[in-house]
């Protein structure tokens, strides 16, 4: 069965870091991208990053850019997405998703849609 | 930054046709990806490159896209597909990949 399995959830204090873990399993994950989502409570759905893991290619919102950062860890089939400096703006449910990659004539990866995710994780900023 | 706009709501009866658009400035030349959330739940990749349906979503749901607006059809909606509809894509440069604000749907 393929899924995404994602760590519990977090609480933490604004300015620290958090790093929420993405496994995969049913799959190997290096033909793949793995997308990070968040949603705030009642809001919509928000796009940060993701990794192309073919290329090791990663790309960052604008908005997060500086505090976002996304890695590999391969021993464990997975993927990781580090938040630093965190703020109470930042509470919300963190997905993480996989996208199916297709090369293209001109050699460039194309995404096919984000066809599995995780379970999601909620992360609480407080003091 | 990109935006790409839907309605904050669609209501239709069940069996009607439900239409949620979404318009961005690039969608002539880069696809949208549509998702459905149901509430507490992580979303489903219900159309893919503007028109293709993953094997285990309905028939029913189908996808297009003229000019800068890109379009969900749900044929005879059901109630069970009450939900949030999401469209995504990418600008021009592909720097700036974004979710559309959302589109609750009501079917009722």
């Known amino acids: 069965q393929v899924q995404l399995v994602q760590s519990g959830a977090e609480v933490k204090k604004p300015g620290a870091s958090v790093k929420i873990s993405c496994k995969a399993s049913?799959?190997?994950?290096?033909?793949?991208?793995i997308q990070w989502v968040r949603q705030a409570p009642g809001q919509g759905l928000e796009w940060m990053g993701w990794?192309?893991?073919?290329?090791?290619?990663?790309k960052y919102s604008e908005k997060f850019q500086g505090r976002v950062t996304i890695t590999t860890d391969t021993s464990a089939n997975g993927v990781d997405m580090e938040l630093t400096n965190l703020r109470s703006e930042d509470t919300a449910v963190y997905f993480c998703?996989?996208?199916?990659?297709?090369?293209?004539?001109?050699?460039?990866?194309?995404?096919?849609?984000?066809?599995?995710w995780g379970q999601g994780t909620t992360l609480t900023v407080s003091s | 930054s990109y935006e790409l706009t839907q309605p904050p709501s669609v209501s239709v009866s069940p069996g009607q046709t439900a239409r949620i658009t979404c318009s961005g400035d690039?969608?002539?030349?880069?696809?949208a990806d549509w998702y459905q959330q149901k509430s507490g739940q992580a979303p489903v990749l219900v159309i893919y490159?503007?028109?293709k349906r993953p094997s285990e979503i309905p028939e029913r749901f189908s996808g297009s896209s003229s000019g800068t607006t890109a379009t969900l059809t749900i044929d005879g909606a059901q109630v069970d597909d009450e939900a949030d509809y999401y469209c995504?894509?990418?600008?021009?440069?592909?720097?700036?990949?974004?979710f559309g604000g959302g589109t609750r749907l009501t079917v009722l």
């Open positions: 998703a996989r996208e199916v990659l297709e090369l293209d004539a001109g050699g460039h990866y194309e995404g096919l849609g984000m066809d599995v």
């Open positions: 049913g799959y190997t994950l290096t033909n793949f991208a």
């Open positions: 990794i192309n893991l073919v290329t090791n290619k990663r």
């Open positions: 690039a969608l002539p030349k880069k696809y």
């Open positions: 490159e503007d028109t």
């Open positions: 995504y894509s990418t600008d021009i440069t592909e720097n700036h990949e974004v």
